[in-house]
């Protein structure tokens, strides 16, 4: 077996408990390595187009990577996958954390789990042994609560446990998973089809070392990376400010999300930014395994009625500007609160912030009554309707049942025009980020495999000029000039099908964005030289792209197989329009049919049909997709 692995994959079916082990040829590990790649490959082998997803023939699939659970930095995740019960398409979620490292410790590169168990369970895996507890005694309990309860059942505190919450048990459709309270399997709904299958939790200790090819050269790199983390103004700025930094830049500029997308204009910006944050909340930081960056955030209220634990973390941008300026709040302590809710009861912030905004316009607009949202004050910026409302989503009360299958299913059933008020792609809700300031990331979007996603490509910014980070650090994947954000002609088409491609890579080998040009400080080189001395192989750039590339063709094609393809490539209306208020006031409309040529200009580019958007056969072939050919025909 190649180093780097541990040459077992690791298949549950919950329906019957049965138990076996997989131990896959050098030259499968070498096509999949890990994460997404080689969880798509058992989803197209097993799940059969149109499962329901919250059924038992679904699969959920927990998949690290090659370089997963290594010295080197910044390379903590796995990959969770399965189809989405939020988007009917492939579901897809990268956590960091110390979940991922422990499961290869404990002596396996993957889960596979099918079927459902009748009652709840969760399962212990300790260096290579496998057992399915029972898990009655956790069933409807908080996270922090239930992995107190496994670590005293199993009598070690060194457990590390990947759950769901509450709202994962009732099936809400943003429901995640998290590990170690604070880590987020974040988008997709995979929370649900873990409550589906009535698995509350998996909980892993591993005690083996995983076996490096050149130990000594991936601590040499390792070294080097971490000397310079607080010189690299990025991996820096992490440190200091983390992922809340955005606001200002965004608040400043007039382009926050606000009000559901109404305006970028949040004229008490200031109150949600990462200064104001770090001298308010901000408790300590924190970081994943093996990082020296250390951007994670943790916050602690101590306040009557407003308390936060801080067991749960801190808020990132995102959750600041969904649960906060989206929704017209601008207290972060109440943020911070209804994060940690979120987080205790394991839902998405991004969609449930995006699900109460959209609530909010229907009552302002009276589209839904007052008796209708339970009695509620639903304007925007009521912070402790914004409280009551995460407890009624987790819980399937009242409003929160409707509320609880996402911004579009609530929609379609609300009518009345609802619709026109929802923001999402393949029914999963925009992040924070808005697409005419960044076309880049609004293509992305569009063309995203698991619905609207921020995590799908570098953004713009890192490009803009030839001083920019991104056109300095990337030539060898042959990105050299800059392109303007607003931009959306054929350079930007090319300029995202590289970074398309490079991080969906990233995606499959568990490396965390922020670690990593263009995003941060550890250089192309230096990744590529913790790949070939953790594994021995002699893999260069091109085959790793090409990598790269077969995951979003697997991943297309699992969607063409559900009935999606050009016609679900789409953004928001809301952005083929002009900013409303504060300084971008009626600037900004992306051009819809440049919009549109750029997608079809991209499709040509990827060897996919120009029209439908789908992998021909002969790209299917080019990257070693044979298998999948008699499909296409
Ligand atoms: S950069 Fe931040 S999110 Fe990424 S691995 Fe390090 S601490 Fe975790």
């Given amino acids: 077996m190649s180093y780097g692995y541990t040459g077992n994959i690791l298949h549950i079916n919950l329906s019957t408990k049965e138990i076996w082990v997989e131990h896959p040829e050098e030259a499968f590990y070498r096509t999949y390595w890990g994460g997404r790649a080689l969880a798509l490959y058992y989803m197209l082998k097993y799940i059969k187009p149109k499962t329901d997803p919250l059924s038992p023939d679904n699969l959920l699939i927990f998949a690290p990577s090659v370089i997963t659970g290594t010295p080197a930095p910044a390379i903590p995740r796995y990959t969770v996958c399965a189809k989405s019960p939020l988007t009917g398409v492939e579901g897809e979620a990268e956590a960091g954390g110390w979940w991922g490292p422990e499961l290869k410790k404990a002596g396996f590169d993957a889960i596979i789990i099918k079927g459902a168990s009748s009652d709840p369970v969760y399962l212990y895996i300790k260096d290579g042994k496998i057992e399915i507890k029972d898990a009655t005694f956790l069933w409807g309990k908080e996270t922090a609560i239930a992995q107190q309860l496994i670590r005293e059942e199993l009598k070690d505190n060194r457990i590390r446990v990947a759950q769901i919450g509450p709202a994962g048990e009732n099936l809400v459709r943003f429901?995640?998973?998290?590990?170690?309270?604070?880590?987020?399997?974040?988008?997709?709904?995979?929370?649900?089809?873990?409550?589906?299958?009535?698995?509350?939790?998996?909980?892993?200790?591993?005690?083996?070392?995983?076996?490096?090819?050149?130990?000594?050269?991936?601590?040499?790199?390792?070294?080097?990376?971490?000397?310079?983390?607080?010189?690299?103004?990025?991996?820096?700025?992490?440190?200091?400010?983390?992922?809340?930094?955005?606001?200002?830049?965004?608040?400043?500029?007039?382009?926050?999300?606000?009000?559901?997308?109404?305006?970028?204009?949040?004229?008490?910006?200031?109150?949600?930014?990462?200064?104001?944050?770090?001298?308010?909340?901000?408790?300590?930081?924190?970081?994943?395994?093996?990082?020296?960056?250390?951007?994670?955030?943790?916050?602690?209220?101590?306040?009557?009625?407003?308390?936060?634990?801080?067991?749960?973390?801190?808020?990132?941008?995102?959750?600041?500007?969904?649960?906060?300026?989206?929704?017209?709040?601008?207290?972060?302590?109440?943020?911070?609160?209804?994060?940690?809710?979120?987080?205790?009861?394991?839902?998405?912030?991004?969609?449930?912030?995006?699900?109460?905004?959209?609530?909010?316009?229907?009552?302002?607009?009276?589209?839904?009554?007052?008796?209708?949202?339970?009695?509620?004050?639903?304007?925007?910026?009521?912070?402790?309707?914004?409280?009551?409302?995460?407890?009624?989503?987790?819980?399937?009360?009242?409003?929160?049942?409707?509320?609880?299958?996402?911004?579009?299913?609530?929609?379609?059933?609300?009518?009345?025009?609802?619709?026109?008020?929802?923001?999402?792609?393949?029914?999963?809700?925009?992040?924070?980020?808005?697409?005419?300031?960044?076309?880049?990331?609004?293509?992305?979007?569009?063309?995203?495999?698991?619905?609207?996603?921020?995590?799908?490509?570098?953004?713009?910014?890192?490009?803009?000029?030839?001083?920019?980070?991104?056109?300095?650090?990337?030539?060898?994947?042959?990105?050299?000039?800059?392109?303007?954000?607003?931009?959306?002609?054929?350079?930007?088409?090319?300029?995202?099908?590289?970074?398309?491609?490079?991080?969906?890579?990233?995606?499959t080998l568990g490396v965390c964005d922020f670690g990593y040009v263009p995003r941060s400080v550890g250089t192309l080189g230096e990744l590529l030289g913790i790949i070939q001395s953790v594994t021995s192989w002699d893999v260069t750039w091109f085959e790793l792209m090409r990598l790269g590339e077969r995951s979003i063709n697997m991943a297309r094609f699992f969607n063409y197989r559900e009935g999606f393809s050009s016609k679900d490539d789409t953004l928001p209306e809301v952005f083929f329009h002009n900013f409303k208020g504060g300084p971008l006031d009626a600037q900004g409309a992306i051009n819809k049919e440049d919009f549109q040529k750029a997608l079809r200009l991209r499709y040509e580019m990827m060897g996919w049909d120009v029209n439908t958007g789908i992998p021909t056969e002969a790209k299917l072939i080019e990257l070693g997709l044979d298998w999948l050919v008699s499909e296409v025909k």
Wanted: hydrophobic share 35%; charged share 25%.
């Fill in 175 to 507: 429901a995640n998973i998290v590990n170690e309270l604070k880590h987020f399997n974040g988008r997709n709904g995979l929370g649900a089809v873990m409550g589906s299958k009535r698995l509350k939790a998996i909980a892993v200790r591993g005690t083996k070392s995983i076996n490096l090819y050149n130990k000594e050269k991936v601590k040499e790199i390792t070294k080097q990376i971490t000397s310079r983390v607080m010189d690299n103004p990025l991996s820096r700025g992490l440190r200091e400010l983390g992922t809340p930094a955005t606001v200002r830049s965004f608040y400043e500029t007039g382009c926050l999300p606000s009000y559901n997308w109404t305006t970028g204009y949040f004229k008490e910006g200031e109150n949600l930014t990462a200064e104001t944050y770090n001298k308010t909340i901000l408790k300590k930081i924190e970081g994943c395994f093996a990082c020296p960056i250390r951007c994670k955030r943790v916050v602690q209220i101590e306040e009557e009625n407003l308390s936060v634990d801080p067991l749960y973390g801190g808020p990132e941008y995102e959750t600041i500007a969904a649960l906060g300026s989206l929704c017209g709040i601008s207290d972060l302590k109440y943020v911070a609160k209804a994060n940690e809710l979120c987080n205790k009861y394991t839902m998405d912030t991004i969609s449930t912030g995006m699900t109460i905004a959209f609530a909010m316009q229907c009552y302002e607009e009276g589209i839904l009554s007052r008796e209708e949202v339970n009695g509620l004050e639903l304007n925007f910026g009521n912070k402790e309707a914004l409280l009551q409302l995460v407890d009624m989503i987790a819980k399937r009360e009242g409003i929160g049942n409707l509320l609880a299958e996402g911004s579009y299913r609530a929609s379609l059933k609300i009518g009345k025009g609802s619709k026109k008020l929802v923001h999402q792609v393949k029914g999963q809700e925009i992040p924070m980020h808005d697409p005419r300031l960044k076309t880049g990331v609004g293509l992305q979007y569009a063309l995203s495999d698991y619905g609207a996603d921020h995590m799908k490509a570098a953004h713009d910014p890192f490009f803009q000029d030839v001083d920019s980070w991104g056109t300095k650090t990337m030539q060898d994947l042959g990105i050299s000039e800059p392109v303007s954000p607003t931009d959306i002609g054929p350079k930007k088409v090319k300029l995202f099908q590289i970074l398309d491609i490079y991080w969906s890579l990233l995606d």
